[in-house]
């Protein structure tokens, strides 16, 4: 089949490559001149863990094109997915949905055929019907569908998150539509990934319910985070007892520094917001945003407790910067509350993060960058893991000890056991453990 994904961002380029993958013959568009001179020169705009590969693999055998003007490829598409950014909108926290809207405007304009409009960004219940109503209005003769059809993909893990997913969901009440969404999605049939169609508004609701409820999860974690460290429990251990429990799970349920992300900050926001305008109110999720976003504030105070109260004039080596590991993405990470925070005490911040610098300096100044784990705590007064990246987990405690000015360690990822760390001599502070 021909495809177009219209937006070759995180979402975009990853199930572009993988649509690729499974045989189809796939256009990526961006606005983004330079990303797509970038996608051509054989480039990746961002890191992604098997990306590079993948996209290699499928341009060199002629299933993969990169284009900034998308008349051909939305002309000759079967199925056109939009895959654009829909941030929070300033003031309200509704999602934005002006190039969702920009997009249709296009397709509409451009397309030849029967084509199927695949809607893969996250959007608030009734946008299938609004981009429906947008290609109707500019094309009164057109034969289209306009599908939902949620991403679910992962950062960090997004290429098997996309081949191997847990479900794909896919929200049309059209016969046609559904036959094209089957064979593009055919190849997941050898792993058994189930294919669930649904309405089209029920599908749009899945996305938000899905990502709500797990940032619920964390959220509760944390809180019982702070309940272990007033009581002197241990999380992890009650995160484990709980999770045995299958109704539970075990997943999501790691205390740390506070969701962040390019998804579940603007998008608990947003569902708070339709939910309100339905008259409906979500608290669950409403409680879920404002104890997260305190949270954040409470980490800043956690650290200069954890340095005897003021941090003026003392230098903090912070590891890790991305909102998780293996991404560089940087979109509402807890280090963009913590380090400015901190830096606001009066603290002078020395950082490293594997992937992360270049979208870092964009959005916070003042830092002293480094090369290597090391160097970022040299000569430092405390050293704070902030994410969880591999190369952390067994930093060489004794050099560290070694290079610091005093050794305070605060782990806001809980990757270190406290006895290990504590036989060292550190000062270790840790989430939620005794
Ligand atoms: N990043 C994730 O992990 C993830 C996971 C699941 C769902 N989503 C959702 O997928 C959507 C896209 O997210 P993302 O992280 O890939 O965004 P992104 O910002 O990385 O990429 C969006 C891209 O779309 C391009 N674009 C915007 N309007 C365009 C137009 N009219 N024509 C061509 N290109 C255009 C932008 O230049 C940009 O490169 C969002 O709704 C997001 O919530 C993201």
């Given amino acids: 089949m021909r495809v177009t994904m219209i937006g070759t961002g995180y979402v975009g380029l990853v199930s572009g490559a993988c649509f690729a993958d499974f045989g189809h013959v796939v256009t990526c568009v961006d606005k983004d001149a330079s990303k797509i001179e970038r996608l051509q020169a054989g480039e990746i705009p961002i890191f992604e863990p098997g990306l590079d590969k993948l996209v290699e ?22 199925a056109i997915f939009i895959a654009v950014g829909t941030p929070s909108r300033r003031g309200d926290g509704h999602a934005d949905l002006s190039y969702v809207y920009a997009a249709a405007e296009e397709i509409a304009d451009l397309m030849d055929g029967f084509t199927v409009i695949v809607n893969k960004s996250t959007v608030p219940v009734g946008t299938g019907d609004e981009v429906e109503a947008i290609i109707k209005k500019r094309r009164p003769d057109a034969e289209f569908a306009v599908v939902s059809n949620p991403e679910f993909l992962r950062e960090g893990a997004a290429i098997s998150d996309f081949k191997r997913p847990d479900r794909v969901v896919v929200g049309t009440e059209d016969e046609r539509a559904r036959n094209v969404m089957r064979e593009l999605y055919r190849p997941l049939n050898l792993n058994e990934s189930p294919l669930l169609f649904v309405g089209r508004r029920t599908s749009e609701l899945i996305k938000y319910a899905a990502n709500a409820f797990l940032a619920m999860k964390i959220t509760f974690i944390n809180e019982m985070a702070d309940l272990s460290e007033a009581v002197g429990a241990d999380v992890q251990a009650v995160a484990r007892g709980i999770g045995l429990d299958n109704r539970i799970g075990t997943k999501f349920l790691h205390a740390g520094p506070g969701y962040g992300g390019s998804c579940f900050p603007k998008d608990t926001l947003a569902l708070v917001k ?16 404002a104890v997260n976003a305190s949270r954040k504030k409470a980490m800043a105070e956690k650290i200069k407790k954890a340095l005897g109260g003021d941090v003026s004039g003392k230098t903090i080596g912070i590891l890790g910067l991305t909102f998780k590991p293996n991404t560089d993405d940087m979109r509402d990470a807890p280090s ?35 090369a290597n784990p090391y160097d970022a705590v040299a000569g430092a007064d405390a050293m704070v893991i902030l994410t969880e990246w591999d190369q952390f987990r067994a930093l060489d405690l004794d050099r560290v000890k070694s290079v610091m000015k005093t050794p305070v360690m605060v782990d806001l990822r809980n990757v270190y056991k406290p006895s290990e760390v504590r036989s060292k001599d550190f000062d270790y502070t840790s989430i939620g453990r005794p």
């Fill in 57 to 78: 693999t499928n341009v060199r055998e002629g299933r993969l094109f990169f284009a900034v003007d998308p008349k051909e490829a939305i002309a000759s598409a079967d």
């Fill in 274 to 289: 339709t939910a309100a305008d339905h008259g409906t109110p979500t608290r669950l999720i409403e409680a879920t945003v």
């Fill in 336 to 370: 963009l509350d913590i380090v400015p925070a901190l830096q606001a005490a009066g603290a002078v911040i020395q950082a490293y993060d594997p992937e992360g610098r270049h979208e870092a300096e964009k959005l916070l100044t003042d830092v002293d960058y480094k």
